[in-house]
């Protein structure tokens, strides 16, 4: 954290996890205004579940989530919404009966009076979306679903965006599509990214920043430029090996 000044986002030595299970342990890292993110680490090492915290979505034993210097700990994911956290989870992320146009209007429940010039940028942003506004988001092909999940978060007009995998089960082709559309939010919005990715590649394209976990514990939090590929590899085999 910059000197003297306020994390647009700061967990502080957060333990969570859902019900009786703990997944994160310890946890303390921040996300900085105009900053990109990346969580890495295996298969299981609470990627999602460090965003999921974030949103209030799980049981939060100790430590503190704080916006902008506000503890939000205790607040419902609403009022966190609200407060501008936006969300394109990797799964269920649409509405599947609505057609494409009635989803981004429901993405735009906070800001109703402006969907229709919001959504028109969603359109610009991920152009295979407009040609099929009038369809079903179910019959979508999974990349085309992908960018209508982020268009939805989007319509939020979030101040800090939490992705979940976005490259996950896209072609390559259409991996790139989506990933170029992350990076131009951010370079003509200046938006901040909380971004978990299993591409290291991918990830390393856009992020500032690299937290790496091991077990639901921070193994490792470095600028990007700086990360050791072949450290990486190590934690992720720690990550993988049997307790």
Same mark, same amino acid.
């Given at each position: 954290?910059?000197?003297?000044?306020?994390? !647009? &986002? +700061?967990?502080?030595? $957060? =333990?969570?996890?859902? @019900?009786?299970?703990?997944?994160?342990?310890? *946890?303390?890292? #921040?996300?900085?205004?105009?900053?990109?993110?990346?969580?890495?680490?295996?298969?299981?090492?609470?990627?999602?579940?460090?965003?999921?915290?974030?949103?209030?979505?799980?049981?939060?034993?100790?430590?503190?989530? !704080? &916006? +902008?210097?506000?503890? $939000? =700990?205790?607040?419902? @994911?609403?009022?966190?919404?609200?407060?501008? *956290?936006?969300? #394109?989870?990797?799964?269920?992320?649409?509405?599947?009966?609505?057609?494409?146009?009635?989803?981004?209007?429901?993405?735009?429940?906070?800001?109703?009076?402006?969907?229709?010039?919001?959504?028109?940028?969603?359109?610009? &942003?991920?152009?295979?979306?407009? =040609?099929?506004?009038?369809?079903?988001?179910?019959?979508?092909?999974?990349?085309?679903?992908?960018?209508?999940?982020?268009?939805?978060?989007?319509?939020?007009?979030?101040?800090?965006?939490?992705?979940?995998?976005?490259?996950?089960?896209?072609?390559?082709?259409?991996?790139?599509?989506?990933?170029?559309?992350?990076?131009?939010?951010?370079?003509?919005?200046?938006?901040?990214?909380?971004?978990?990715?299993?591409?290291?590649?991918?990830?390393?394209?856009?992020?500032?920043?690299?937290?790496?976990?091991?077990?639901?514990?921070?193994?490792?939090?470095?600028?990007?430029?700086?990360?050791?590929?072949?450290?990486?590899?190590?934690?992720?085999?720690?990550?993988?090996?049997?307790?």
């Amino acid at each position: 954290m910059r000197d003297g000044a306020v994390a !647009l &986002l +700061e967990l502080r030595a $957060v =333990t969570a996890g859902y @019900g009786a299970m703990t997944v994160l342990h310890d *946890l303390s890292f #921040a996300v900085e205004p105009g900053e990109i993110v990346a969580i890495l680490g295996a298969n299981g090492s609470g990627k999602s579940t460090v965003l999921k915290t974030v949103l209030g979505l799980t049981r939060v034993s100790a430590g503190a989530v !704080l &916006l +902008e210097g506000h503890d $939000v =700990t205790t607040w419902p @994911g609403h009022r966190r919404a609200a407060a501008g *956290l936006g969300y #394109a989870p990797q799964t269920q992320n649409v509405f599947a009966d609505l057609t494409v146009r009635e989803n981004l209007r429901m993405g735009a429940y906070l800001h109703p009076r402006a969907w229709s010039r919001d959504a028109e940028q969603v359109y610009a &942003l991920f152009p295979p979306l407009a =040609t099929r506004r009038k369809e079903r988001a179910g019959t979508l092909a999974g990349g085309e679903r992908r960018m209508l999940a982020l268009g939805l978060t989007l319509l939020l007009r979030p101040r800090l965006l939490l992705l979940d995998e976005p490259s996950s089960d896209l072609a390559p082709a259409t991996a790139d599509v989506v990933f170029a559309a992350i990076a131009r939010l951010h370079t003509e919005a200046k938006l901040p990214i909380l971004l978990v990715e299993q591409n290291v590649t991918r990830a390393l394209s856009l992020a500032h920043r690299v937290l790496v976990l091991v077990r639901g514990r921070d193994a490792l939090d470095v600028p990007a430029a700086d990360l050791d590929l072949a450290h990486l590899h190590q934690l992720f085999l720690e990550g993988n090996a049997t307790p």
